[in-house]
């Protein structure tokens, strides 16, 4: 699959628990966006990376933290979770950062924090 | 700051029907404006921009600036339409955050 790639598709864990989400972006795209998409919230954008380096930050939570490794994964890793945390998380990729004409997103991977 | 404000969370119309989905916007300078769409177990997806003033599947967006809204409009809507659309707000100027509304679910009543 050519496409934006998330790890894992469904994460149920505990309330004050660390996890790590894994996404691969598109061949050849270099830039990685991370959002958050909750019933209260909304879709919202909390952070993204170009080439390795951290290019703009939103509504990211100090317990939320991302990285994006030389092969261009990025992982985003949720710690203290809280009931809150709960929601789907997208990763979205593009060749060059704000090119959204050609920003493609992943399918999500859904958090369930009990 | 950058406010994007989708007033409707649902919205339903029968088949054949036009559709407005309203999204207005708060920002201070010359912002750049999308329509996303999420259908049933899909990923979301970019629908249009106000740049390319196109029309997609259909549907229009007007930027107007004076009334600060960007609603997305078909003439007469299919069931196909069904799904969940996102405005969204880009400020450009070096900035490479979106800034999403709440969404508003359409539903195309057969």
């Known amino acids: 699959d050519s496409g934006v790639t998330q790890t894992p598709k469904h994460l149920i864990t505990a309330t004050g628990q660390r996890v790590t989400l894994r996404c691969s972006p598109r061949?050849?795209?270099?830039?990685v966006y991370w959002y958050q998409q909750s019933l209260d919230q909304g879709l919202q954008f909390l952070i993204q990376?170009?080439?390795?380096?951290?290019?703009a930050k939103g509504n990211i939570l100090e317990r939320f933290s991302a990285q994006q490794f030389p092969d261009l994964h990025s992982e985003l890793n949720l710690s203290s979770l809280e009931l809150g945390d709960s929601a789907l998380y997208f990763c979205?990729?593009?060749?060059?950062?704000?090119?959204?004409?050609?920003?493609?997103f992943g399918p999500g991977t859904r958090l369930t924090v009990l | 700051a950058q406010r994007v404000t989708q007033p409707e969370k649902l919205l339903s119309v029968f088949k054949g029907a036009p559709v407005e989905l309203k999204c207005n916007y708060s920002?201070?300078?010359?912002?750049?404006l999308f329509w996303y769409v999420q259908y049933s177990r899909q990923r979301l997806q970019l629908l249009l921009r106000?740049?390319s003033r196109e029309s997609i599947k259909g549907f229009t967006a007007d930027l107007n600036k004076g009334e600060t809204s960007f609603h997305l409009k078909k003439p007469f809507a299919q069931e196909e339409d069904s799904a969940m659309y996102y405005c969204?707000?880009?400020?450009?100027?070096?900035?490479?955050?979106?800034?999403f509304g709440k969404g508003t679910k359409l539903s195309v009543i057969p």
């Open positions: 979205a990729s593009s060749v060059v950062p704000g090119n959204y004409n050609e920003q493609f």
């Open positions: 061949s050849g795209d270099l830039s």
């Open positions: 990376y170009y080439n390795g380096e951290e290019r």
């Open positions: 920002y201070s300078g010359s912002p750049e």
């Open positions: 106000h740049i």
């Open positions: 969204a707000l880009h400020s450009g100027a070096g900035s490479y955050q979106l800034t």
